[in-house]
């Protein structure tokens, strides 16, 4: 018990595939604008991770190492399809606001990534923790971002406001910045600088060091 709930709690802080491992940056950019769009792209990653790493682990063993990314790929790309038609149907004006970025899980680094290194080797059970301590991991960074571009961006969080805007006779100006794409890079840097500061033992050790002037 001990051992499953570390696996699925390291990822969130410790071990977090985003701000440790530089692992699906990419979908933070575009669909973080808001706090809505952003926990229904975590539901979607969350449910494909897990279930494609249930799948993988499955047939790990009938799986020839000559195809296996093809497999895996094909696997991803079915459960995505899936994914994507259940938003279209019964969450249709999201759908709309993620756009590709929910096909896009595809290419995501993290799933094939899970796939590739853990799923393939162990069971259903630990393979499906780990997929979802990881999804919970990438989730937790992408909610933090959402909330803050959405809460300094438009005022407002799920669409509710929360500092009244000048616009709407309150005080609050929102930041224009956090309506683009490189407020989410700012965000997460920061995260990943303040991670890494209160964890010393993640930051990289420099390939060339600069020799000091004799």
């Not at 909610?143 to 929360?162: D, Q």
Request: glycine share 8%; charged share 15%; aromatic share 6%.
């Amino acid at each position: 018990m001990s051992r499953a709930w570390q696996t699925v709690t390291a990822p969130l802080v410790r071990e977090n595939p985003v701000t440790l491992q530089i692992l699906g940056i990419c979908s933070a950019l575009a669909v973080t604008t808001s706090l809505r769009t952003a926990l229904v792209m975590c539901a979607a990653l969350t449910v494909v991770l897990v279930a494609s790493a249930g799948i993988v682990s499955l047939i790990r063993r009938h799986i020839p190492d000559a195809i296996r990314l093809i497999v895996m790929i094909v696997i991803v790309a079915a459960l995505v399809i899936v994914a994507d038609e259940v938003l279209a149907a019964f969450a249709y004006g999201v759908s709309k606001e993620l756009s590709i970025f929910v096909g896009l899980i595809v290419t995501n680094c993290l799933v094939l990534g899970r796939a590739e290194s853990f799923a393939r080797h162990n069971p259903p059970g630990p393979a499906m923790l780990d997929a979802l301590g990881n999804a919970l991991g990438y989730s937790l960074v992408l909610v933090i971002v959402g909330t803050v571009r959405e809460l300094f961006g438009y005022g407002t969080l799920l669409g509710l406001t929360i500092l009244p805007t000048v616009e709407d006779g309150g005080w609050y100006r929102p930041l224009g910045l956090m309506q683009l794409a490189p407020a989410a890079f700012f965000i997460i840097g920061a995260l990943v600088w303040a991670v890494r500061s209160a964890q010393p033992d993640q930051v990289e050790t420099p390939e060339h060091r600069l020799e000091a002037a004799e």
